[in-house]
């Protein structure tokens, strides 16, 4: 049977302050007046019935996520205790949904990035749901037509095209971000797709390879599924690593006893890391500025303001361009666009300084 994964772990740093540890920006509601995680339910909804979606969060913002998605089972909400990066937020639904159907085909989908159109992210993911089911061996994962010579994505060298199926391809490698002149270099080659960190692949599949590449996580995630009341106890002990570092990488390499193809994905496609890649999805005036919230701007072009204050106070620009700025409740946000990839740096240091009051 089909089953898809959102995963919406991470706290998302680069959009402190709307998103905090207790609202992480999968949650946040600033796209169309809908949340990130809500945009990636509606865009898998109807694939599979609503009871064979599940999500993988924080523990911390379980009901968050139930009260946003109601149309999902709680029980479908799993919650991990701290976040162990992405192998075990894969690796843990994968040994639950085994232990319940042993012929689940599972695809792993992101809760913060946009993507359009929906119907072509539609159509490659049952084309993934598809060689799955006809490939046992296989671990789908989509590659994105790249734009342009883009240095913040990882990238998927493609192979030989896989027989009956045009639209997939082996991966003969998996790159890490580059520079741009090595960035260009993938472009003019066409040799490489954008990797967008989403997957199919049958649960057996991805157990087999954890079995034989990370026998101890191989080993908690059966445990777990076994004893899902374990998993306050279990859980923290995984080893942290991320899925493409622990499977995708050595099977792309022949370490496994699988194999890895990759979907084409023609969409645009948007991984709303920071400010500006949300900045690109909020309606701008006429000077370019990109608004929400009671805000007056006097001489003043290219700006990101978003007002969430709640008691009424104003924010009020004059004769500024380029800048990002953000006032919450608690905090007020003010720096250059072009500096706004250091915000993660800035918590760290607010954090250092005045303690987690304001993470």
Same mark, same amino acid.
């Given at each position: ?54 999500? *993988? ?5 379980? &009901? ?21 990066? &992405? ?81 997939? *391809? ?81 099977? &792309? ?67 500024? &361009? ?12 003010? *720096? ?24």
């Amino acid at each position: 049977m089909r089953y898809v994964l959102i995963v919406a772990g991470g706290s998302g740093k680069r959009l402190w302050p709307l998103s905090r540890q207790d609202m992480p920006k999968q949650l946040l509601k600033v796209v169309g007046g809908k949340s990130l995680l809500r945009l990636a339910y509606e865009r898998v909804e109807g694939l599979v019935p609503d009871a064979n979606i599940l999500v *993988c969060t924080g523990a911390d913002y379980a &009901s968050t996520v139930a009260a946003d998605l109601p149309e999902l089972p709680v029980a479908n909400i799993l919650g991990e205790p701290e976040g162990r990066d &992405s192998l075990n937020a894969v690796a843990w639904p994968a040994a639950l949904l085994a232990a319940r159907d042993p012929e689940a085909v599972i695809a792993v989908v992101t809760a913060d990035q946009i993507m359009n159109p929906v119907e072509a992210f539609q159509a490659a993911l049952v084309e993934g749901f598809t060689v799955a089911e006809e490939a046992p061996d296989a671990l789908v994962t989509f590659g994105v037509v790249p734009t342009s010579p883009h240095t913040g994505y990882g990238y998927l060298q493609r192979g030989e095209e896989m027989p009956g199926h045009p639209d997939v *391809c082996t991966v003969r490698a998996f790159k890490e971000k580059p520079d741009r002149a090595t960035a260009e270099h993938y472009l003019d080659s066409g040799e490489y797709w954008w990797n967008s960190g989403m997957f199919v692949w049958r649960a057996a599949t991805l157990l087999g390879q954890l079995e034989v590449l990370q026998p101890e996580t191989y080993a908690a995630v059966t445990a777990l599924a076994a004893a899902p009341d374990r998993v306050d106890e279990i859980y923290p002990r995984l080893l942290k690593i991320s899925v493409d570092y622990a499977v995708m990488e050595p099977v &792309s390499q022949g370490q496994g006893t699988a194999r890895v193809v990759a979907v084409r994905l023609p969409i645009s496609w948007y991984d709303v890391g920071g400010f500006a890649a949300l900045g690109e999805h909020l309606p701008r005036d006429e000077r370019g500025n990109a608004i929400q919230g009671v805000s007056v701007l006097v001489d003043a072009h290219d700006n990101l303001v978003i007002n969430q204050s709640e008691d009424g106070r104003l924010v009020a620009v004059v004769g500024l &361009s380029g800048m990002v700025i953000v006032q919450t409740p608690q905090i007020t946000l003010v *720096c250059p666009a072009s500096e706004a990839e250091r915000i993660k740096e800035l918590v760290a240091t607010v954090t250092a300084q005045l303690g987690t009051s304001y993470a």
